[in-house]
């Protein structure tokens, strides 16, 4: 085996999912391309690297890495380069260049072992020399365990996510047990750390092994929006993931219900088996729900009807025979759920009930699963609205306890009547959590269309408390007159009834352009996102058009939408920073989508006045655009909603997307006043009639539909509502007949 040192010139090809790199390595005596599996090298750094010499038929001579390390570079300039390759956040160029200058060959030295002195440094201040000494010693430790993590394919991303999670312990933690990754990290599943196990020498019957495949396969299940799994099929997943006998796999599901990380439940002459923190949220969700609903209110001194009349005389509005029946039973009912599709007046029944609750001095607060559904109910009701999260209180406590709810049981929520909007998408935990802090005798309206998208997470909750009938339901049906207008609002519910919506009526406001092939749909998207839509209607292509899509790959999928868009949107210019992350690139001025909840995530707003207001919290689904990326720092800021910035380091980017088209699910609880859409083939499971619907009831002024009619008719045909496992229809009607047994 040959041995070479050097400094790393240029760095030709880096594959981010697996650290695969073809580099550039300048030796004392020659000038060598160096290929093979090299997560964590930078631009400038000094290396010491192991392997052999290959010949390639197409770039002729190489050398092939086995093993490589870092070695602290000896010159001025490998200490600068090596300084200034973006390593280290908050050493740039500039930064490195004044810090070789002033400390010269004692320069890592410095860093490593007095980084006070950095404070001598124009530019550095006690906050940044802080940042950069933690930043330099976490890359020192952290790169031991990337070497460690390399031979089995774990990318850089991943590892920093490993190291952050274990610290020092990574390698320690790693080997005793693989499997822990797929609980732990985020983005490692049963499969990456399988591998990892099966290379150090894991037996395949491991409990540890086997314990972890059944829970990941509970996860897989949860991630389809069940809350639990009949047990045959379990078995049947687990033992097709193991490859080991039924047996283990059976013996396995016992044990772990005997430790008490999963529940077995016999239910009609079926075990079903739960996650234990999916059976907790459920038993807790049914029994709060009837006992919110059961629970004697505290009198109202009014005449109802006296003030529906009063609440229409000062609204000039005359309300709809169900939109009546919704406020008396808001008055009289524990808990009570309002649902209806666009243009039924959910948004004028919910304010007349704020109305007439305000009238008797009561407290009501508002809340909606998402920010930006937060956002409309507050703009719809000209009053706050807050996350459920933000309601909740939501906060990082301290490292052993992580994130937690602050308002539960013993804190609960202070108000006399709490209304949650767009109940569709909340999940069985969040519902639960959401329960926890509801004082019995405070009045509960669940608002939402109980025809959109389930929740993304697992439950049917706002199905399973319709279809149980122990609360008090209110469909709102009628369309309103003005409502009747907005062809939006009539074909949502003639697709919802499985009827053809009505295409292309003149001066209305659904469209439906027939193209043939992929290309032709995507091509003729782009060209109404950049000319057509913004030069005849004035709309902004970037803020006001959203193109929603079935479909996250394929022809016309997020993925190569996404890339046609950003390319004609946002084109790449000398003056707009950018930066790869894998396969994408974010630019200034992208529209980006968070993907993942960040509640410890900082944010600031400048106001006009110069006051800064700060706070936590970034959330799924909220939208932004890039605003600066700072190659010095290391860092991307983003520009979301009201003007929050949030400052995101380069390791942090895989929490964003580019969104210039997102996924149907991803649009819950958001409005755009365009949706653009592609109707072409897809698998049967995805192309479904409630998937339409919710596409096109997230736009408020125009849609326009690109495609064959022929799938438009399959979606609008398939009225299949994938079934999910959830037992908390049932678990309401049990809880009820308990009480009333007693």
């Not at 005449?303 to 008055?331: D, H, M, P």
């Not at 939402?448 to 993304?456: A, I, K």
Request: glycine share 6%; hydrophobic share 40%.
């Amino acid at each position: 085996m040959i041995t070479l040192q050097g400094t790393i010139e240029e760095i030709i090809y880096k594959n981010e999912s697996n650290g695969y790199t073809v580099a550039i390595l300048e030796t004392e005596d020659d000038v060598v391309t160096i290929v093979g599996y090299m997560p964590v090298i930078n631009l400038g750094e000094t290396i010491m690297v192991q392997g052999n010499w290959v010949y390639h038929s197409n770039y002729g001579q190489q050398f092939k890495v086995d093993t490589y390390q870092a070695v602290v570079p000896a010159s001025l300039n490998g200490i600068e380069k090596y300084l200034s390759s973006g390593l280290i956040p908050g050493i740039g160029p500039k930064i490195a260049k004044k810090i070789v200058e002033k400390f010269g060959l004692d320069s890592i030295d410095i860093l490593q072992y007095n980084p006070d002195r950095l404070l001598e440094i124009d530019g550095i201040g006690k906050k940044k020399a802080q940042k950069i000494a933690e930043a330099f010693a976490e890359q020192r430790e952290i790169r031991d365990i990337m070497i460690f993590l390399q031979e089995y394919g774990i990318s850089p991303t991943y590892g920093v996510r490993i190291y952050k999670k274990y610290g020092n312990e990574t390698i320690s933690k790693i080997r005793e047990n693989p499997y822990r990754l797929s609980e732990d990290i985020f983005g490692i599943g049963f499969k990456m750390a399988d591998k990892i196990a099966r290379n150090m020498g894991v037996d395949l019957r491991s409990d540890y092994r086997i314990f972890a495949g059944i829970k990941f396969t509970l996860m897989e299940f949860s991630s389809e929006g069940h809350t639990y799994v009949p047990k045959r099929e379990l078995v049947d997943k687990a033992q097709s993931l193991l490859e080991v006998e039924r047996e283990l796999v059976e013996d396995g599901i016992t044990a772990l219900a005997l430790k008490q990380e999963i529940q077995l439940e016999n239910v009609d002459n079926e075990i079903r088996v739960y996650y234990m923190p999916f059976y907790y949220a459920e038993a807790n969700v049914s029994k709060k729900i009837i006992e919110l609903a059961l629970t004697e209110l505290k009198e109202l001194d009014i005449n109802v009807e006296e003030e529906i009349n009063k609440l229409e005389r000062e609204s000039s509005i005359k309300f709809a025979k169900n939109q009546k029946e919704a406020i008396r039973q808001a008055v009289f009912n524990g808990v009570l759920v309002i649902t209806g599709g666009p243009g039924t007046g959910k948004t004028t029944t919910i304010n007349s009930i704020i109305k007439l609750f305000e009238n008797q001095g009561l407290s009501v607060v508002l809340a909606a699963p998402t920010g930006r559904a937060a956002k409309r109910m507050s703009e719809a009701t000209l009053r706050e609205a807050k996350t459920i999260h933000r309601l909740l209180e939501y906060s990082f406590v301290d490292d052993e306890t992580g994130m937690a709810f602050a308002r539960d049981e013993g804190t609960p929520i202070d108000s006399d009547v709490v209304i949650i909007d767009e109940v569709s998408m909340v999940d069985i935990l969040l519902m639960n959590n959401l329960l926890k802090a509801i004082m019995p005798g405070t009045r509960l309206i669940l608002v939402g269309d109980v025809d959109q998208l389930p929740s993304v997470g697992p439950g049917n909750v706002l199905r399973d408390i319709i279809d149980s009938k122990v609360v008090k339901v209110v469909k709102l049906n009628e369309i309103f007159r003005q409502a009747q207008e907005s062809m939006i609002i009539v074909n949502a519910h003639r697709i919802n009834k499985g009827e053809m919506p009505f295409l292309n009526v003149k001066d209305k406001d659904f469209f439906f352009i027939n193209k043939d092939s992929n290309k032709e749909v995507v091509d003729t998207i782009i060209e109404l996102c950049k000319e057509r839509l913004p030069k005849f209607y004035g709309y902004d292509p970037v803020k006001d058009i959203q193109v929603l899509t079935p479909m996250k790959k394929g022809d016309t999928g997020v993925n190569v939408l996404n890339e046609r868009l950003q390319d004609v949107l946002n084109p790449k210019h000398k003056l707009k920073n950018e930066k790869q992350v894998g396969e994408s690139i974010f630019r200034v001025g992208d529209k980006v989508m968070q993907i993942k909840n960040n509640y410890r995530m900082k944010w600031e707003i400048v106001k006009d006045d110069g006051i800064n207001e700060e706070g936590e919290g970034v959330f799924n689904g909220d939208f932004g655009y890039v605003y600066d990326i700072d190659e010095e720092e290391n860092e991307m800021t983003v520009l979301f909603d009201d003007n929050k910035k949030v400052v995101y380091s380069f390791s942090q980017l895989d929490e964003l997307k580019l969104a210039y088209a997102i996924t149907i699910h991803k649009s819950q609880g958001s409005e755009f006043p365009v949706v653009v859409m592609p109707i072409c083939w897809g698998p049967p499971m995805l192309l479904t009639r409630n998937l339409l619907y919710t596409a096109i009831t997230r736009a408020k002024e125009l849609v326009v539909l690109v495609g064959n009619k022929k799938f438009l008719y399959m979606m609008i045909n398939n009225n299949r509502i994938t079934k999910r496992y959830s037992g908390l229809n049932k678990r309401l009607h049990k809880v009820l007949e308990f009480i009333k047994g007693e």
